[in-house]
T-cell receptor
Framework: EAQVTQNPRYLITVTGKKLTVTCSQN?????MSWYRQDPGLGLRQIYY???????DKGDVPEGYKVSRKEKRNFPLILESPSPNQTSLYFC?????????????FGPGTRLTVL | AQTVTQSQPEMSVQEAETVTLSCTYD???????LFWYKQPPSRQMILVIR??????QNATENRFSVNFQKAAKSFSLKISDSQLGDTAMYFC???????????FGTGTLLAVQP
């Protein structure tokens, strides 16, 4: 089944404890992206990747890191999480970029930072 | 700046009736896609319908159709024969040009009443 998977689905952590949210797609998509969703703000892009080893900042990259060492995986890293990073996170992928392709979203990761 | 506006935070409709969700956007691009995504209580982001801006004909997917007015930069979603399973948050989105992201509206929460 073609899909985007994320792990974990739910995570409660404490301020400053490094964490990684994994994202994997099995559709051979070139493009992958991370969004965060907050009430009243819709979804905002954190980072994106047009291809392996190519990543760039989105609108809200502060406090996040990503890597794209292989096509199928695009982990989101929070080196020192803070409470303002409590949010619902989505990974998305598409064949190319979003300009002409449908974005396929993962199931979301709800992160709480205490 | 490219923006998406959904002016209806919440809407309600009776089962089997028709409802229209509004979306306006601002872009200087000429060729682009527009999307409606649905987010049910499960939080999954599901593509409902997409419209190619260079096409005159409005897109239709079963009970879902759009009214695309390019000059007015309006992209509304019509749901016919509403079903209880249509209860969800609906997001309008379009690609952010060179920034390689989807720009989302703040969403419309639709409740289908039995």
């Amino acid at each position: 089944e073609a899909q985007v998977t994320q792990n974990p689905r739910y995570l409660i952590t404490v301020t400053g404890k490094k964490l990684t949210v994994t994202c994997s797609q099995n559709m051979n998509h070139e493009y992958m992206s991370w969004y965060r969703q907050d009430p009243g703000l819709g979804l905002r892009q954190i980072y994106y990747s047009m291809n392996v080893e190519v990543t760039d900042k989105g609108d809200v990259p502060e406090g996040y890191k990503v890597s794209r060492k292989e096509k199928r995986n695009f982990p989101l890293i929070l080196e020192s999480p803070s409470p303002n990073q409590t949010s619902l996170y989505f990974c998305a992928s598409s064949i190319r970029g979003p300009a002409g392709d449908t974005q396929y979203f993962g199931p979301g990761t709800r992160l709480t930072v205490l | 700046a490219q923006t998406v506006t959904q002016s209806q935070p919440e809407m309600s409709v009776q089962e089997a009736e028709t409802v229209t969700l509004s979306c306006t956007y601002d872009t200087s691009e000429n060729n682009y896609y527009l999307f409606w995504y649905k987010q049910p209580p499960s939080r999954q982001m599901i593509l409902v319908i997409r419209q190619e801006a260079y096409k005159q004909q409005n897109a239709t997917e079963n009970r879902f159709s759009v009214n695309f007015q390019k000059a007015a930069k309006s992209f509304s979603l019509k749901i016919s024969d509403s079903q209880l399973g249509d209860t969800a948050m609906y997001f309008c989105a379009f690609p952010g040009g060179a920034t390689n992201k989807l720009i989302f509206g703040t969403g419309t929460l639709l409740a289908v009443q039995p």
